[in-house]
C-alpha cells in the first residue's frame, strides 16, 4: 500500500536550519510529482513547495521562497525540504503529499511533522 | 493568488441530518477544485476532486457541486465519523491555494 513516512522535523532557533525527509513506498515514486504542505498550529493548509517527477520544475510558495529548497532523489524514493533561515512563522506541521498522476491533487499524505523555531 | 473563502466557519449538526459545507474562489478556477477531511492529529484525506468527483473509497453520501466560483461539498446523512475539519483547495493556478475550513462539530 502507498506510504509516506516523514522525518526530521524538532525544535530549532530562528535562524536555524532543519531538513525533512518523506520516504515513499507502495508506489512507483519516479513516476509522481510530490508537494510539502504546512499547517500552523491551529490553523488551515498552506502548500509549500512541489517538485515535478525529475526534479527540473520547482515552485515555491512566496513565504519560503530563497529559504526553502526541495529537492528528490528517485534512487532512493525520497523527498526532501532543506529549510534555512527559519522564522517563528514557519512553525506548523508539515506534510509531504503525492500528486495523483491523473487528477493532479494530493491524494496521499505523510503523517506529518512538526518544526518549532523557537528560542 | 486565488483566494477561497469558506462557509460557514462551524456548522452544528446533529448525526442523520444533511450537511452543506460553500467555498467560494475570488476567480476562475474552472473545476479544479477538491474538498478534504481533517480530523485532529491526522493527515487531511481527499474527499472530492475536480469539483465533483469523488475519490476512491469515499462513501456516497460525500458530493460536491459547481456553481460558477461557488462550489458545495454536501454529506447527504451524517455519520458520527464525518464531523471533523473540511478544506477545499484549488488546483487551477499557482500557488494552489486552500480555504480557512469549516468545523463539523456535534449539535
Known amino acids: 500500500q502507498v506510504q509516506l513516512v516523514q522525518s526530521g522535523g524538532g525544535l530549532v532557533k530562528p535562524g536555524g536550519s532543519l531538513r525533512l525527509s518523506c520516504a515513499a513506498s507502495?508506489?512507483?515514486?519516479?513516476?509522481?510529482?510530490m508537494s510539502w504542505i504546512r499547517q500552523a498550529p491551529g490553523k488551515g493548509l498552506e502548500w509549500v513547495s512541489h517538485?515535478?517527477?525529475?526534479?527540473?520544475?520547482?515552485y515555491y510558495a512566496d513565504s519560503v521562497k530563497g529559504r526553502f529548497t526541495i529537492s528528490r532523489d528517485n534512487a532512493k524514493n525520497s523527498l526532501y525540504l532543506q529549510m534555512n533561515s527559519l522564522r517563528a512563522e514557519d512553525t506548523a506541521v508539515y506534510y509531504c503529499?503525492?500528486?495523483?498522476?491523473?487528477?493532479?491533487?494530493?491524494?496521499?499524505w505523510g503523517q506529518g511533522t512538526l518544526v518549532t523555531v523557537s528560542s | 493568488e486565488i483566494v477561497l473563502t469558506q462557509s460557514p466557519a462551524t456548522l452544528s449538526l446533529s448525526p442523520g441530518e444533511r450537511a452543506t459545507l460553500s467555498c467560494r474562489a475570488s476567480?476562475?478556477?474552472?473545476?479544479?477544485l477538491a474538498w478534504f477531511q481533517q480530523k485532529p492529529g491526522q493527515a487531511p484525506r481527499l474527499l472530492i476532486y475536480?469539483?465533483?468527483n469523488r475519490a476512491t473509497g469515499i462513501p456516497a453520501r460525500f458530493s460536491g457541486s459547481r456553481s460558477g466560483t461557488d462550489f458545495t461539498l454536501t454529506i447527504s446523512s451524517l455519520e458520527p465519523e464525518d464531523f471533523a475539519v473540511y478544506f477545499c483547495?484549488?488546483?487551477?493556478?499557482?500557488?494552489?491555494?486552500f480555504g480557512q475550513g469549516t468545523k463539523l462539530e456535534i449539535k
Open positions: 475536480d469539483a465533483s
Open positions: 476567480q476562475s478556477v474552472s473545476s479544479f
Open positions: 507502495g508506489f512507483m515514486f519516479s513516476d509522481y510529482y
Open positions: 503529499a503525492r500528486e495523483d498522476d491523473s487528477s493532479g491533487y494530493f491524494d496521499y
Open positions: 517538485i515535478t517527477t525529475s526534479g527540473r520544475t520547482i
Open positions: 483547495q484549488q488546483r487551477s493556478n499557482w500557488p494552489y491555494t
